[in-house]
């Protein structure tokens, strides 16, 4: 069973940045896309990035140019870089295969208040 283990978030004020990480317990090239979603109480999750094996990525419309994802493949880890972070990107944050077929993780708490 691959497991996925989130970290890196946080308190953080509205302009202010972070990077999550997500350590993959599998070689992240072997699924077609991995993504980033956030789930915020009382709504669906939401898929935010994604990115392709092949490298291509993909933004939801509320966090083009100012997220970006990433990954290291010899770490097999995948990376999300949140820049000028807004009160509204307050949530739960997730990695899983775009499908969402993989085990979810616990996600990591990424809060943006001043």
């Known amino acids: 069973q691959v497991q996925l283990v989130e970290s890196g978030g946080g308190l953080v004020q509205p302009g202010g940045s972070l990077r999550l990480s997500c350590s993959v317990s599998?070689?992240?090239?072997?699924?077609?896309?991995m993504g980033w979603y956030r789930q915020v109480p009382g709504k669906e999750r939401e898929l935010v990035a994604s990115?392709?094996?092949?490298?291509?990525?993909s933004y939801v419309d509320s966090v083009k140019g100012r997220f970006t994802i990433s990954r290291d493949s010899a770490k097999n880890t995948l990376y999300l870089q949140m820049n000028t972070l807004k009160p509204e990107d307050t949530a739960v944050y997730y990695c899983?295969?775009?499908?969402?077929?993989?085990?979810w993780g616990k996600g990591t708490q990424v809060a943006v208040s001043s």
């Open positions: 899983n295969t775009v499908a969402g077929g993989l085990t």
């Open positions: 599998r070689s992240i090239l072997s699924f077609n896309a």
């Open positions: 990115i392709t094996a092949g490298g291509t990525t």
